[in-house]
């Protein structure tokens, strides 16, 4: 394990444990960019700098933000600060993810996985992404195309106002 | 160089604190933001397996990324819709408080 | 018509019955025309089916029978037969019948319950068609007992009356002791004979190898096994017909309209038992001088007789008459046992006609007399009825014997054969008393309401003698009473040969021989002798019933009570039949109430106690076993309800909890 991969690794997990724990919705939200600039970083530094800046562009830019304007519209202040930020079952949940953790964790160590690494000549390029999208994967990009419009139209419709 | 474990362990963690946040906060959006997190640490791992796989030429794990950030997008604009519509008929946003999920 | 279609003889008159009974009560005029136009009808086809006996050469019996149902190997086979008694008596039940129809019209034109009578008349003369052209003993005794149940009905129509609805009871009753022995005979005839088919080409019950067995097979005392089985059967027609002593019913059975007794007692239901044994004549013959014959003759000769000698003493206008149809029965009967069914059937169409006319001729008498029947105050009716009288003489000189009417020539041949019958004398001796009796009361009773003054104050002056539906039944019948007769000569005895199978043959010497000129003129003096004696006694001049008192009660009034009150058999059967009766079902009580009513208590409290075990085990065991389990269900429930609280994050909690599951799982499987 390298330093940097313990810095990266370190600061995703310092924004993912912050956004568990910070009473203010907006702090988590503030701490989850944190996360998605951690993990755009490794992304980078798996060789894929296409995907990271992607993961930066929609999430940090366009996802947060789109969140940020969600508690904005739904502030109410009383749960804000009088009542706990957890939920009442939350022992049980802490062991069923900590169970999950420690099923994953058990996988991975028992796993023939190979250590070695395959060396790569450029970093994934834009180019050949792309071409593999419009001949190979052309399919499930329109799919996807077509999804997301759905699911906008659909967004668009379940957030509109009660005409009633 | 960093080997794949490395990444495996760093994708589990992320995925077990984002159920462990779903589960546990009680605001919506935080919810929603801990399955974000867990797919996020899916993602993880599909890229850190295309990395580590026999075949880094093949671009496949990156082209699954790409249509899951794509589908996370779609989610979150939904999920995010329906918190709101949530918000507006219960004037909460609160999971706990909404029970009304049942037969 | 063939035989095939013979059914169609009592269908006609039943489905006007069913018709009838569809009808609203209103419809009286509708109802009368359906049920008599029917019974015309049945009427034609039944000279139809006698013209096919004649058509087929000498003698003809054609049948037709169907499977109605089996059981097993065995099938029940059921169907109607065609020879000349059956056309016989369907010519003579369907022909007064429907004139009896007719004269029903006119005579319950005021009656409330028209159709509902009309729809019981067609009933019964269905039963009594159906019963005629049976060629099945079970058929035939199906429609013994519809007839019975018909004329219950009939007989019992003004049924608020409460002496029709005893007189109904009664005959129900009666005619059912008799039934009794028909029924016994005939279980016992199908078990031996191992049939109940009439004629079955050579297998049926009065054919040949049957009645030859029958009659070789004796049981004890050394009675020959048919026999003992047409004694039983005797024993029902006797009940049918009115024979001493099972006639008790027949008088009472006057309280029905006059129509229905003219129906029952002149042609249909009293004939029946004739019929009947007229049918199962093989059977009776079966062994020479069967005992059964001699019953036979003995039981039609004792009625004859003594019922001609009842007559005198009655005053009610159709009591005597029922009493001389007992009587004519009697001679009938006698008849039967000494010279044959065609002896009997004889009488029995000659009989029909003339005491139907009777009857209607007393209808007539009734309605206009405001329904007075007591001859004691009836009188005079001569003048004012001019045609009913007329009609009525003609009846009741046939009934008497009056020289060349039909009751003449069917008696003398009566009295040809009881007076060679070789076992006795007597009977002979009886049926001439009888004979001579019978112009006494019949005398008697034409003097008694036809001359002399008018003593009935009630009389109609409205009512017409000569309309339509009265006059014309009358007329017809007084045709047949006259005309009949010749049918049967001695000399030229068409009827009988047609009835054997015969060709007659006119032979003149066989009435100027001297044993029937003998006859014909001991029956000559016997008719005319009564007659003369009567008027002698109560001819006007001499008695004058308004204020004297009946001639034979002031000189024998000891005999005359006797005769009056019928011999004081209803009486003694009170005394003794219905009081034992009584009596038995008295003891029946007592043995119930005593034992079987505490051995019932005993079973039921037994049961009792084992359906309580049952119940408590059932409470305790079964039902308790339930309950929790039940109740584990419901709880298992409840708390998988529970767990569906409708929050999102419970949910998404066990989809996690599953994760870990399915992961672990595969970490051991993976392991072991």
Redesign the interface.
């Given at each position: 394990m390298s330093l940097t991969f313990a810095i990266i690794a370190a600061i995703v997990l310092t924004g993912a444990i912050g956004l568990s724990v910070l009473r203010k919705t907006v702090h988590c939200v503030l701490s989850l960019t944190i996360v998605f600039f951690g993990l755009a970083m490794l992304y980078i530094r798996l060789d894929a700098p296409f995907l990271g800046f992607a993961l930066v562009l929609i999430y940090v830019s366009a996802v947060t933000i789109l969140i940020l304007f969600t508690v904005l519209l739904t502030r109410n202040r009383e749960i804000e600060t009088d009542v706990s930020p957890y939920s009442r079952g939350s022992i049980a949940g802490l062991i069923v993810g900590g169970s999950v953790f420690a099923g994953l964790i058990w996988m991975i160590y028992r796993a023939p996985l190979s250590r070695g690494i395959t060396e790569l000549e450029s970093p994934a390029s834009v180019k050949s992404l792309g071409e593999r999208l419009m001949t190979e994967y052309v399919l499930p990009l329109e799919v996807i195309a077509l999804l997301l419009t759905a699911a906008m139209i659909g967004a668009v419709i379940v957030a509109m106002k009660d005409p009633g | 160089m960093d080997s794949l474990s490395d990444y495996l362990l760093l994708s589990a963690l992320l995925f077990s604190l984002g159920l462990c946040v779903t589960l546990v906060r009680r605001h919506a959006i935080l919810v929603l933001i801990g399955i974000e997190l867990m797919l996020n640490a899916a993602n993880l791992n599909f890229i850190a397996f295309w990395r580590f796989g026999p075949n880094p030429e093949a671009l496949d794990g990156l082209l699954f990324v790409l249509f899951s950030l794509a589908v996370a997008a779609a989610e979150a604009a939904v999920g995010l819709a329906l918190i709101l519509a949530v918000y507006r008929r219960y004037s909460v946003t609160d999971v706990e408080n909404i029970d009304e999920l049942k037969g | 018509m063939a035989v095939e279609w013979l059914w169609l003889i009592p269908a006609l008159p039943l489905l006007a019955a069913g018709v009838l009974t569809l009808l609203p009560t209103t419809a009286g005029r509708a109802a009368s025309f359906v049920a008599t136009g029917s019974m015309f009808l049945s009427f034609v086809f039944s000279g139809l089916a006698w013209l096919t006996t004649l058509d087929q050469g000498e003698f003809s019996r054609t049948t037709f029978d169907f499977v109605w149902f089996k059981t097993g190997t065995a099938a029940l086979k059921i169907g109607w037969v065609l020879d000349p008694l059956t056309a016989v008596m369907l010519l003579t039940v369907s022909l007064v019948g429907s004139l009896i129809f007719l004269f029903s019209v006119g005579y319950l034109a005021r009656e409330e319950r028209r159709v509902t009578f009309f729809a019981h008349l067609s009933f019964f003369a269905a039963a009594m068609l159906g019963l005629v052209i049976a060629n099945n003993l079970l058929l035939l005794f199906v429609c013994w007992e519809l007839v019975g149940l018909a004329s219950w009905l009939l007989i019992g129509f003004w049924f608020r009356k409460p002496e029709a609805a005893a007189a109904a009871r009664k005959a129900f009753v009666v005619t059912h002791i008799g039934d009794m022995g028909f029924f016994v005979g005939m279980i016992w005839l199908a078990s031996v004979a191992g049939t109940l088919q009439f004629f079955d080409a050579g297998a049926g019950c009065l054919e040949e190898t049957v009645v030859h067995s029958l009659g070789a097979a004796t049981i004890l005392g050394g009675l020959a096994l048919s026999t003992v089985i047409t004694l039983l059967v005797l024993w029902g027609a006797m009940g049918k017909s009115g024979q001493v002593p099972l006639h008790v019913w027949l008088p009472d059975a006057m309280e029905g309209p006059t129509p229905v007794s003219a129906l029952i007692h002149a042609a249909a239901m009293v004939a029946a038992g004739v019929y009947l044994l007229a049918r199962l004549f093989p059977l009776l013959d079966a062994v020479p001088d069967s005992g059964s014959l001699v019953a036979v003759t003995w039981v039609g000769s004792l009625t004859a007789f003594f019922a001609a000698l009842v007559a005198l003493g009655q005053t009610d206008l159709k009591r005597i008459l029922a009493w001389s149809t007992i009587s004519q029965l009697g001679y009938m009967m006698l008849g039967l046992g000494t010279g044959g069914p065609a002896v009997a059937m004889f009488h029995l169409v000659t009989h029909a006609f003339f005491k139907a006319l009777l009857f209607l001729g007393a209808g007539s008498v009734i309605q206009a007399c405001g329904h007075e029947q007591d001859i004691r105050r009836l009188g005079g009716l001569r003048r004012r009825m001019p045609f009913t009288f007329g009609v009525y003489a003609i009846g009741m000189l046939a009934l008497a014997g009056f020289p060349f009417l039909s009751g003449f020539w069917s008696k003398e041949a009566i009295f040809h054969s009881a007076q060679v019958w070789e076992v006795s004398r007597i009977p002979f001796v009886l049926a001439v008393a009888g004979a001579l009796l019978t112009a006494v009361y019949m005398t008697r009773q034409m003097v008694y309401v036809f001359f002399g003054e008018h003593r009935n104050s009630s009389f109609q002056k409205s009512f017409s003698e000569r309309a339509v539906v009265t006059a014309v039944p009358l007329a017809a019948l007084a045709c047949g009473a006259i005309t009949l007769g010749f049918l049967g000569t001695q000399a030229f005895p068409l009827f009988q040969e047609y009835l054997e199978g015969e060709t007659a043959v006119l032979a003149w010497g066989d009435l100027i021989g001297w044993g029937s000129l003998g006859l014909i003129a001991l029956s000559t003096l016997l008719s005319v002798g009564g007659m003369a004696l009567a008027w002698g006694i109560y001819r006007p001049s001499q008695f004058d019933p308004a204020r004297q008192q009946d001639p034979l009660n002031r000189w024998f009034p000891r005999i005359f009570r006797w005769l009056e009150n019928q011999f004081f058999l209803d009486e003694w059967y009170r005394q003794t039949v219905v009081r034992g009766t009584c009596l038995a079902g008295r003891g029946a009580e007592v043995l119930d109430r005593l034992i079987w009513g505490p051995v019932v208590r005993l079973c039921a409290a037994l049961v009792q106690t084992v359906a309580w075990c049952s119940r408590l085990a059932d409470e305790q065991l079964v039902n308790r076993g339930f309950d929790r389990v039940c109740r584990a269900v419901r709880q298992g429930a409840a708390w998988c309800s529970e767990r569906?609280?409708?929050?999102?994050?419970?949910?998404?909690?066990y989809v996690?909890?599953s994760?870990?599951l399915v992961?672990?799982v595969?970490?051991l499987i993976?392991r072991s």
């Amino acid at each position: 394990m390298s330093l940097t991969f313990a810095i990266i690794a370190a600061i995703v997990l310092t924004g993912a444990i912050g956004l568990s724990v910070l009473r203010k919705t907006v702090h988590c939200v503030l701490s989850l960019t944190i996360v998605f600039f951690g993990l755009a970083m490794l992304y980078i530094r798996l060789d894929a700098p296409f995907l990271g800046f992607a993961l930066v562009l929609i999430y940090v830019s366009a996802v947060t933000i789109l969140i940020l304007f969600t508690v904005l519209l739904t502030r109410n202040r009383e749960i804000e600060t009088d009542v706990s930020p957890y939920s009442r079952g939350s022992i049980a949940g802490l062991i069923v993810g900590g169970s999950v953790f420690a099923g994953l964790i058990w996988m991975i160590y028992r796993a023939p996985l190979s250590r070695g690494i395959t060396e790569l000549e450029s970093p994934a390029s834009v180019k050949s992404l792309g071409e593999r999208l419009m001949t190979e994967y052309v399919l499930p990009l329109e799919v996807i195309a077509l999804l997301l419009t759905a699911a906008m139209i659909g967004a668009v419709i379940v957030a509109m106002k009660d005409p009633g | 160089m960093d080997s794949l474990s490395d990444y495996l362990l760093l994708s589990a963690l992320l995925f077990s604190l984002g159920l462990c946040v779903t589960l546990v906060r009680r605001h919506a959006i935080l919810v929603l933001i801990g399955i974000e997190l867990m797919l996020n640490a899916a993602n993880l791992n599909f890229i850190a397996f295309w990395r580590f796989g026999p075949n880094p030429e093949a671009l496949d794990g990156l082209l699954f990324v790409l249509f899951s950030l794509a589908v996370a997008a779609a989610e979150a604009a939904v999920g995010l819709a329906l918190i709101l519509a949530v918000y507006r008929r219960y004037s909460v946003t609160d999971v706990e408080n909404i029970d009304e999920l049942k037969g | 018509m063939a035989v095939e279609w013979l059914w169609l003889i009592p269908a006609l008159p039943l489905l006007a019955a069913g018709v009838l009974t569809l009808l609203p009560t209103t419809a009286g005029r509708a109802a009368s025309f359906v049920a008599t136009g029917s019974m015309f009808l049945s009427f034609v086809f039944s000279g139809l089916a006698w013209l096919t006996t004649l058509d087929q050469g000498e003698f003809s019996r054609t049948t037709f029978d169907f499977v109605w149902f089996k059981t097993g190997t065995a099938a029940l086979k059921i169907g109607w037969v065609l020879d000349p008694l059956t056309a016989v008596m369907l010519l003579t039940v369907s022909l007064v019948g429907s004139l009896i129809f007719l004269f029903s019209v006119g005579y319950l034109a005021r009656e409330e319950r028209r159709v509902t009578f009309f729809a019981h008349l067609s009933f019964f003369a269905a039963a009594m068609l159906g019963l005629v052209i049976a060629n099945n003993l079970l058929l035939l005794f199906v429609c013994w007992e519809l007839v019975g149940l018909a004329s219950w009905l009939l007989i019992g129509f003004w049924f608020r009356k409460p002496e029709a609805a005893a007189a109904a009871r009664k005959a129900f009753v009666v005619t059912h002791i008799g039934d009794m022995g028909f029924f016994v005979g005939m279980i016992w005839l199908a078990s031996v004979a191992g049939t109940l088919q009439f004629f079955d080409a050579g297998a049926g019950c009065l054919e040949e190898t049957v009645v030859h067995s029958l009659g070789a097979a004796t049981i004890l005392g050394g009675l020959a096994l048919s026999t003992v089985i047409t004694l039983l059967v005797l024993w029902g027609a006797m009940g049918k017909s009115g024979q001493v002593p099972l006639h008790v019913w027949l008088p009472d059975a006057m309280e029905g309209p006059t129509p229905v007794s003219a129906l029952i007692h002149a042609a249909a239901m009293v004939a029946a038992g004739v019929y009947l044994l007229a049918r199962l004549f093989p059977l009776l013959d079966a062994v020479p001088d069967s005992g059964s014959l001699v019953a036979v003759t003995w039981v039609g000769s004792l009625t004859a007789f003594f019922a001609a000698l009842v007559a005198l003493g009655q005053t009610d206008l159709k009591r005597i008459l029922a009493w001389s149809t007992i009587s004519q029965l009697g001679y009938m009967m006698l008849g039967l046992g000494t010279g044959g069914p065609a002896v009997a059937m004889f009488h029995l169409v000659t009989h029909a006609f003339f005491k139907a006319l009777l009857f209607l001729g007393a209808g007539s008498v009734i309605q206009a007399c405001g329904h007075e029947q007591d001859i004691r105050r009836l009188g005079g009716l001569r003048r004012r009825m001019p045609f009913t009288f007329g009609v009525y003489a003609i009846g009741m000189l046939a009934l008497a014997g009056f020289p060349f009417l039909s009751g003449f020539w069917s008696k003398e041949a009566i009295f040809h054969s009881a007076q060679v019958w070789e076992v006795s004398r007597i009977p002979f001796v009886l049926a001439v008393a009888g004979a001579l009796l019978t112009a006494v009361y019949m005398t008697r009773q034409m003097v008694y309401v036809f001359f002399g003054e008018h003593r009935n104050s009630s009389f109609q002056k409205s009512f017409s003698e000569r309309a339509v539906v009265t006059a014309v039944p009358l007329a017809a019948l007084a045709c047949g009473a006259i005309t009949l007769g010749f049918l049967g000569t001695q000399a030229f005895p068409l009827f009988q040969e047609y009835l054997e199978g015969e060709t007659a043959v006119l032979a003149w010497g066989d009435l100027i021989g001297w044993g029937s000129l003998g006859l014909i003129a001991l029956s000559t003096l016997l008719s005319v002798g009564g007659m003369a004696l009567a008027w002698g006694i109560y001819r006007p001049s001499q008695f004058d019933p308004a204020r004297q008192q009946d001639p034979l009660n002031r000189w024998f009034p000891r005999i005359f009570r006797w005769l009056e009150n019928q011999f004081f058999l209803d009486e003694w059967y009170r005394q003794t039949v219905v009081r034992g009766t009584c009596l038995a079902g008295r003891g029946a009580e007592v043995l119930d109430r005593l034992i079987w009513g505490p051995v019932v208590r005993l079973c039921a409290a037994l049961v009792q106690t084992v359906a309580w075990c049952s119940r408590l085990a059932d409470e305790q065991l079964v039902n308790r076993g339930f309950d929790r389990v039940c109740r584990a269900v419901r709880q298992g429930a409840a708390w998988c309800s529970e767990r569906q609280n409708g929050r999102v994050q419970t949910y998404i909690k066990y989809v996690g909890a599953s994760l870990a599951l399915v992961v672990w799982v595969l970490i051991l499987i993976d392991r072991s």
